[in-house]
Nanobody
Framework: QVQLVESGGGLVQAGGSLRLSCAAS????????VGWFRQAPGKEREFVAA????????RYVDSVKGRFTLSRDNFKNTVNLQMNSLKPEDTAVYTC?????????????????WGQGTQVTVSS
């Protein structure tokens, strides 16, 4: 069992930055992949980024490459998503999830536990 709690969402102007955090408790944090997904109103959930257990491998959806950066601190049991140069189209509920079985995945159904999500709103 893993509990995930996201924080750091909010309202920001286009071009601004936010730092989302995913805090985990339960199963050994350093043993699994953490992914971030987002869902905008009226749209399907979309993969954003993932980081493997060691932090040595990260993957990003093309639309955020160069703007978003994932990192993890296995001592603090947290994964951070630094989001820079935000655009209105980044507006969504961002949710972190964990995958016990793969180094990374962009498929939501591969993930075993999910947080509740945090709202990110980017105004133009």
């Amino acid at each position: 069992q893993v509990q995930l709690v996201e924080s750091g969402g909010g309202l920001v102007q286009a071009g601004g930055s936010l730092r989302l955090s995913c805090a985990a408790s339960g199963r050994t944090f350093s043993s699994y992949t953490v992914g971030w997904f987002r869902q905008a109103p009226g749209k399907e959930r979309e993969f954003v980024a993932a980081i493997n257990w060691s932090g040595g491998q990260t993957r990003y959806v093309d639309s955020v490459k160069g703007r978003f950066t994932l990192s993890r601190d296995n001592f603090k049991n947290t994964v951070n998503l630094q989001m820079n140069s935000l655009k209105p189209e980044d507006t969504a509920v961002y949710t972190c999830a964990v995958d016990f079985h793969r180094a990374w995945s962009n498929r939501g159904y591969d993930y075993d536990y999910w947080g509740q999500g945090t709202q990110v709103t980017v105004s133009s």
